[in-house]
């Protein structure tokens, strides 16, 4: 089938006068939009292919002007900008534009690991901004509300039509009803999650993010596996949800015997149905705008490609709301749809024509096209490549379309029929627990994620880098090349990796896991594949991260030396992962909710709870731990952090390289304690208490006299961890330092220390 062209200059003008004039200048919008005109203008003069663009150029060259860089320019001179500037408080009266989007935060010290606020896009008389609120009163709102919101203006991000960052911490006031539409929306997807809560915890999180986008009850390992996976696209709504429902109410209105424009006005109304359901996302407008237009040239009888669709959809999009040229949602969107219309249709056919049914091309060519056509864009977000998104995707593929369809009905008959929902979530239930498997298995593939330059200059260096494949591919001998490349690799490269990997190196006695702003050390017993963990950080992933990477999978002990979130928040994934032979307290109970947290967790692991106390050893082949402090009975009502810190429990443990003092978040009255009572602290390795803080004593550290200082910490942390006075202090006595937030894991190895290399991205990048 031959494409139609005649609107892709306009929507490229368009959308580029959108990202020139946020990513630089207003005045840079006008000259795209000029540049625009005058092109149009050329077309149609001299009748230069594509045929019939002039006009729609010239119509787009205007648009570029006004509305998108005249509503770029207001967005730049709002005077909410300069009050933003002075960090001035105001009272403003908002709407709300999205659903509030709840934000994830890792625990420390008292304050526990999980959501307490959330980010809610409002504007104010015509200005955009971001609301920074306490989850407790604001998570509830609707898309239309009115409210007054009382907070302190700060500044947004560059790049943006948002003017200002307004952070709130009471409740909003004078809040209006919302909108009919949005209270039965919300109503279907409240339905949801109490129907998938039939299945277990991993499936029931997963349904309603693959129906409606909505990831708040999702277990935070499927998603890391997912995004290790390259299936993240699956918990955003896009065009292949709505594709999956426009067809099968098509499918159902032909049964029904409805014509082609009654079907179609069916399926229109089912699409604008939908997007209510789920939301005004970039990546659902844009595709309930390239669907509408799709049905409405059926509707006509005048069935066309998808590619004037597409470009219809950016045109629209950007012309009323120029944010979406910058959107990541919207890019990817956009990019994946397009390679599904240029690209996909040739592979098929090349693939047909060496015998390979039609089906099957089509199962290979749709995510391989999908996946190299946002692997730049998704390179430059996150740093990484996944070498497995392909296999995993087609994988997967077979059962997204049932476990949308089931799941959307039974948000569908909820409020009529519970029971009837209860069995379409059940029916669900194997298709989603499939993609949970293959999330899991595809992200547990050694190699599975290729790191990668961040930002614009490794998104065009993955760019140039497919240019050059697809280039080369053309020619016999750049395909030979190209053979031999990859053979080396997989002959070579691989195997290093895999078989004979750089991490953990030989003969590791301890290793200082990057868990950001948190502690977790892995001690090594001389059996394989054991190992007794002390802390496991603020957050699930990463210690299981660091544990998988050490191939530990039985852990006869897990110390906890207090219960801070940061040394407790990854607790659950240790549990649920690995053998474990029991988990270990100290005298300290405090904070409560954390206490409880551990109780329950090991209950539900079947998993016993003990305490260990001062004076205690504790041995296994090849590793022995002595318990040098706190004394003192149990303590439950501690609220102070300082008091629960010097609660942490002291350890010294005996490895075959050496001694290492594990020190908790012990600060200056434990450290004096310490001190007088004698103990003998020398360590060949010391773990700096409490992330480096300020609060550790010059004559704590001579007297440990370490050759090694350990000190985990997060990346760009909001603490000044670590101390420049304790990192002085740490350089007088001798001691190497070695940081995780600039090394990553950190592994205790015969006289010295081998770093992985890869610290974790600091938070919020």
Request: proline content about 7%; some cysteine; glycine content about 10%.
């Amino acid at each position: 089938m031959r494409l139609d062209w005649r609107l892709v200059p306009g929507a490229l003008a368009v959308w580029l006068a959108g990202l020139v004039g946020l990513l630089g200048h207003w005045v840079l919008a006008v000259v795209v939009g000029g540049v625009g005109v005058v092109g149009g203008a050329v077309f149609l003069r001299r009748g230069l292919r594509p045929s019939g663009a002039g006009w729609p150029l010239v119509v787009c060259g205007v648009l570029a002007i006004c509305p998108i860089a005249w509503r770029v320019r207001e967005a730049a001179v709002d005077p909410l900008r300069a009050e933003a500037a002075r960090a001035a408080v105001v009272e403003l009266r908002v709407e709300v534009g999205e659903r509030p989007r709840r934000v994830k935060a890792s625990g420390f010290g008292a304050m526990p690991s999980g959501v307490r606020s959330v980010v809610i896009p409002v504007t104010a008389e015509g200005s955009r901004l971001l609301v920074f609120a306490p989850v407790e009163q604001w998570a509830d709102l609707l898309p239309g509300q009115r409210l007054v919101a009382r907070g302190t203006l700060g500044a947004a991000e560059p790049g943006s039509l948002t003017v200002a960052v307004l952070r709130v911490r009471g409740p909003p006031s004078e809040v209006s009803a919302a909108p009919g539409w949005q209270v039965a929306a919300q109503s279907l997807r409240d339905g949801l999650r109490v129907a998938a809560s039939v299945l277990d915890d991993e499936a029931a999180g997963l349904l309603p993010a693959l129906v409606v986008g909505d990831t708040d009850g999702m277990v935070q390992s499927v998603e890391d596996d997912f995004r290790a996976a390259g299936m993240a696209h699956l918990l955003a709504v896009s065009g292949a949800n709505l594709a999956i429902v426009c067809v099968c109410v098509l499918f159902l209105a032909r049964l029904l015997r409805a014509g082609p424009r009654g079907s179609a006005v069916v399926a229109l109304a089912v699409l604008v149905g939908y997007v209510v359901l789920v939301g005004p996302e970039p990546s659902v407008l844009r595709a309930g705008v390239m669907g509408a237009v799709g049905l409405l040239a059926l509707a006509l009888g005048r069935e066309r490609s998808a590619l004037p669709a597409l470009a219809a959809a950016v045109i629209a999009l950007v012309a009323v709301d120029p944010a979406m040229a910058v959107s990541f949602g919207f890019v990817l969107s956009v990019l994946a749809t397009a390679a599904l219309v240029l690209v996909v249709p040739g592979w098929v056919d090349r693939l047909a024509r060496r015998r390979v049914p039609r089906l099957v091309a089509e199962a290979v060519a749709v995510p391989a096209a999908a996946h190299l056509a946002t692997a730049p864009v998704v390179a430059g977000m996150s740093g990484q490549v996944s070498l497995v998104a392909v296999v995993a995707n087609l994988v997967a593929a077979p059962v997204v379309a049932p476990a949308t369809v089931l799941g959307l009905a039974a948000a569908l008959v909820m409020p009529v029929l519970p029971w009837l929902a209860e069995w379409l979530a059940r029916f669900a239930g194997p298709p989603v627990g499939w993609l949970v498997l293959v999330g899991g298995w595809a992200a547990d593939v050694p190699g599975a994620v290729l790191d990668w330059p961040s930002g614009w200059w490794g998104g065009v260096a993955l760019v140039l880098l497919l240019g050059c494949l697809a280039v080369g591919s053309r020619y016999r001998r750049a395909r030979v090349a190209m053979a031999l490349g990859v053979i080396g690799v997989v002959l070579v490269l691989l195997p290093i990796r895999v078989l004979a990997p750089g991490w953990p190196p030989a003969g590791w006695a301890a290793v200082a896991c990057d868990v950001g702003q948190g502690d977790a050390v892995v001690l090594s017993t001389a059996d394989s594949g054991r190992a007794v963990l002390v802390d496991t950080g603020p957050d699930p992933a990463p210690v299981r991260e660091c544990l998988d990477r050490l191939e530990v999978r039985q852990l006869p002990l897990v110390i906890l030396s207090h219960l801070h979130a940061d040394h407790v928040g990854g607790l659950a994934s240790v549990l649920a992962d690995r053998s474990v032979g029991a988990v270990a307290v100290g005298p300290g109970r405090a904070p409560e909710w954390a206490w409880r947290q551990v109780r329950r967790q090991t209950e539900a692991a079947s998993v016993p709870l003990v305490s260990v106390a001062e004076g205690q050893r504790l041995a296994w082949p090849g590793l022995s731990v002595e318990v040098l402090a706190p004394r003192g009975k149990e303590v439950r009502a501690e609220s102070d952090g300082t008091a629960i810190n010097n609660r942490s429990v002291v350890l010294r443990a005996t490895t075959r390289t050496g001694r290492v003092l594990l020190t908790g978040d012990v600060e200056l009255a434990a450290q004096a304690d310490l001190l007088a009572a004698g103990v003998d602290l020398t360590a060949e390795v010391v773990k700096v208490p409490h992330h480096g803080s300020r609060y550790t004593a010059p004559e704590f550290m001579a007297a440990v006299r370490a050759r090694v200082a350990l000190v985990s910490v997060g990346a760009g942390n909001r603490y000044g961890h670590p101390s420049p006075r304790t990192l002085d202090v740490l350089t007088w006595t001798g001691a190497r330092v070695v940081r995780t937030d600039l090394q990553g894991d950190s592994a205790v190895v015969g006289s010295g220390v081998v770093v992985r290399g890869q610290p974790r991205s600091p938070p919020g990048r």
